[in-house]
C-alpha cells in the first residue's frame, strides 16, 4: 500500500503544487539556453584552436 500511496501523492503535488510555465516562458528558456550552448562551443573552439597552435609552435621548435 505504501507504493500506492506514493504515486497519488506524487500525482497530486504534479498537478496541485507545481506551477508549470507557460509556453511563451517555456520558448524563452530555450532560446537562452540555445544561445548560451552556442557561445560555451565557440569558446571551447576558440580554445582548442589555441591550443593545437600552440603545440604546433612547440613542437617545431623542438624538432
Same mark, same amino acid.
Given at each position: 500500500?505504501? %507504493? &500506492?500511496?506514493? *504515486?497519488?501523492e506524487?500525482?497530486?503535488?504534479? +498537478?496541485q503544487?507545481v506551477?508549470?510555465? #507557460?509556453?511563451s516562458? /517555456?520558448?524563452?528558456?530555450? %532560446? &537562452?539556453?540555445? *544561445?548560451a ?5 565557440? +569558446?571551447?573552439?576558440?580554445m582548442?584552436? #589555441?591550443?593545437?597552435? /600552440?603545440m ?5 621548435l623542438l624538432?
Open positions: 500500500m505504501k %507504493i &500506492v500511496n506514493y *504515486v497519488k506524487s500525482y497530486a503535488e504534479l +498537478v503544487k506551477s508549470w510555465p #507557460t509556453w516562458q /517555456l520558448q524563452s528558456s530555450a %532560446i &537562452v539556453v540555445m *544561445v550552448s552556442l557561445l560555451f562551443a565557440i +569558446v571551447i573552439l576558440a582548442d584552436l #589555441t591550443f593545437e597552435n /600552440l604546433k609552435a612547440i613542437y617545431s624538432y
